[in-house]
């Protein structure tokens, strides 16, 4: 859909676009083409698709203010075995247990929580847009930024979720009013 990359293109004051499961950096390339984004952090777990996330960013002369985190946000430090689809880069799920089949690969990525995140460089006086797009991890994710130091400045978060986990919708949407965010909307697919 085009709603998020319209909001992406027409924002209109100085941000910087935090991407979750950046996968090969659509929504990164948007934002960062933007000329009131003054900087880029992507967050790709899965090595083969940071790797062309950090093509992609090359390719588009976006490197300067692009950083590429070969790393998956969780509720700890550590390191997971994931299954990745060989026919769908932004398969690959933290949270179950995929089982390895023919069409898949096993693949090993590093998590970091919110201590992590407190680490990150973001200019100063600007307002933060986040993007989560993480396969039903969504709710770990965003229990972390919430956490972060730079909650304070975060204008926006865009976050996909499966309908059929209401539970995490529900807790998603609560934990976003306790911090202070109080418009919702729902974008369908299109």
Do not use: R
């Amino acid at each position: 859909g085009t709603v998020f990359s319209d909001y992406l293109k027409e924002y209109t004051q100085p941000f910087c676009f935090i991407d979750i499961g950046a996968n090969q950096g659509l929504y990164s390339l948007i934002a960062g083409n933007n000329k009131n984004c003054l900087k880029v952090i992507a967050f790709e777990p899965v090595p083969d698709t940071a790797e062309i996330l950090s093509k992609n960013i090359d390719a588009n002369n976006l490197g300067e203010k692009s950083e590429v985190h070969t790393k998956a946000i969780s509720n700890k430090n550590s390191c997971y075995t994931i299954y990745v689809s060989s026919g769908h880069s932004g398969v690959a799920n933290i949270d179950q247990v995929a089982k390895e089949n023919q069409s898949s690969q096993a693949v090993d990525i590093e998590t970091v929580d919110s201590t992590y995140l407190d680490k990150l460089t973001i200019p100063k006086g600007v307002n933060i847009i986040i993007k989560v797009d993480v396969e039903g991890y969504e709710k770990v994710v965003i229990e972390q930024l919430m956490q972060a130091d730079f909650l304070n400045n975060t204008s926006a978060i865009y976050y996909e979720y499966d309908t059929k986990i209401q539970d995490d919708m529900i807790t998603i949407e609560g934990l976003l009013k306790q911090n202070g965010f109080t418009t919702f909307f729902e974008v369908k697919d299109e």
